[in-house]
T-cell receptor, first 109, second 115 residues
Framework: GQQVMQIPQYQHVQEGEDFTTYCNSS?????IQWYKQRPGGHPVFLIQ?????EVKKQKRLTFQFGEAKKNSSLHITATQTTDVGTYFC?????????FGGGTRVLVKP | NAGVMQNPRHLVRRRGQEARLRCSPM?????VYWYRQLPEEGLKFMVY????????ESGMPKERFSAEFPKEGPSILRIQQVVRGDSAAYFC?????????????FGAGTRLSVL
């Protein structure tokens, strides 16, 4: 079945620095959604990308969908301690979400 | 304007007991989904239900697990004769369906511990 892979699995970031997490698929994705889960919390929807090459921004977060619709990225600038958590990408297809394994972000003050 | 409500938040069971997890979707949402999350892993789809119907249960284990979404009341995920491997966080999500663009809203989860 469809598999969505995320790298890196862990990301240690110095406060104030930028980082990027990636989501890859071997097959074309119909769409990509990004969620954030704080430690001990639940997934919270961030964004959905549908079009090839689409780029969306939310304050310090930039989301991109690849031209071939096989990959996506989330770039965070000027990381803050509030960015701590796990970021998941997911494809919504067939009435269900198929999640990647997530990137666990730890911020060093 | 309550979100997705799940209870209990934490559930402890001994091996062989039954676990019942409840989920009330957001107001106006008729689609309910259950996911399981093991520690340090992503969420895995279990089942998708609409009122009184199971639409997709391709992620449900073949035995001991069942789900329902009755005409009245919350959706229930039932695990019979629990084993240690059932220990996980179980999340419920709801959506309004196609009109909502397939965006799902998650509850706070039920963390099941099997002793």
């Amino acid at each position: 079945g469809q598999q969505v892979m995320q790298i890196p699995q862990y990301q240690h970031v110095q406060e104030g620095e930028d980082f990027t997490t990636y989501c890859n698929s071997s097959t074309t994705l119909s769409n990509i959604q990004w969620y954030k889960q704080r430690p001990g919390g639940h997934p919270v929807f961030l964004i959905q990308l549908v079009k090839s090459g689409e780029v969306k921004k939310q304050k310090r977060l930039t989301f991109q969908f690849g031209e071939a619709k096989k990959n996506s990225s989330l770039h965070i600038t000027a990381t803050q301690t509030t960015d701590v958590g796990t970021y998941f990408c997911a494809e919504a297809a067939g009435n269900k979400l198929t999640f990647g394994g997530g990137t666990r972000v730890l911020v060093k003050p | 304007n309550a979100g997705v409500m799940q209870n209990p938040r934490h559930l402890v069971r001994r091996r062989g007991q039954e676990a019942r997890l409840r989920c009330s979707p957001m107001k106006g949402h008729s689609h309910v989904y259950w996911y399981r999350q093991l520690p340090e892993e992503g969420l895995k789809f279990m089942v998708y239900l609409q009122k009184e119907n199971i639409i997709d249960e391709s992620g449900m284990p073949k035995e001991r697990f069942s789900a329902e979404f009755p005409k009245e009341g919350p959706s229930i995920l039932r695990i019979q004769q629990v084993v240690r491997g059932d220990s996980a966080a179980y999340f419920c999500a709801s959506s309004p369906g196609v009109t909502g663009g397939f965006i799902q809203y998650f509850g706070a989860g039920t963390r099941l511990s099997v002793l």
